[in-house]
């Protein structure tokens, strides 16, 4: 059974930083690219960043685009997202996410909150 | 980038009725255009993946259709656990991934 488990959510200030983890099993996890997923309270989905199965490739959306940095260990089986300089917009529920085929979003985690305010 | 728009943002049906949800792309993503369910609390879920493929575990009672710009996902019976929100997402053209901004489907 593919299961995805965030952790590392939490309160932090505006400026401040955050390291998101994912916890991957049931699945060959260096086979699939990942994907990090936002929902703002009461909004809809929006799409934060993509890594490619070998790391070889990484995309931001341009929102976060020079303040997140995804990154992965195919040893560990495992999904990071570095967030510095967070905003009070940078507040969600984030997903971590299975790439098939690269961007078909098959298999979600149950999400890690991040809640930037003073 | 490829903005996906939603219609209706709401739909109030009874179970057992049809629903028609729709998804306009600015601009052409071919087939690749995949539908998500999401109920309160949970994460989303992938209903549908390129256009018309039911996702592993996924009744038959959900279907998909379009290509292009205009696309459909039709329940064709509801069941009470249907009603939630629906989110289109296009991969054609990325980065970056877009999503639609949601049908929430709920109960007449």
Redesign the interface.
Known sequence: EVQLVESGGGLVQPGGSLRLSCAASGFTFSSYSM?WVRQAPGK????VS?ISSSSSRM????SVKGRFTISRDNAKNSLYLQMNSLRAEDSAVY?CVRGEY??????????TPVTVSS | EIVLTQSPATLSLSPGERATLSCRASQSVSS?L?W?QQKPG?????LI??TSNR?TGIPARFSGSGSGTDFTLTISSLEPEDFAVY?C?Q?SI?????????TKLEIK
Do not use: C, H
Request: charged residues 15%.
């Open positions: 994907n809809g989905l929006e799409w993509y995309n931001y959306a341009d997903y690269d961007s078909l979003f098959d298999y979600w985690g149950q999400g | 690749y995949a998500y949970q994460a989303p879920r992938l993946y390129d996702a989110y997402q991969r990325w980065p970056p991934y877009t999503f639609g901004q949601g």
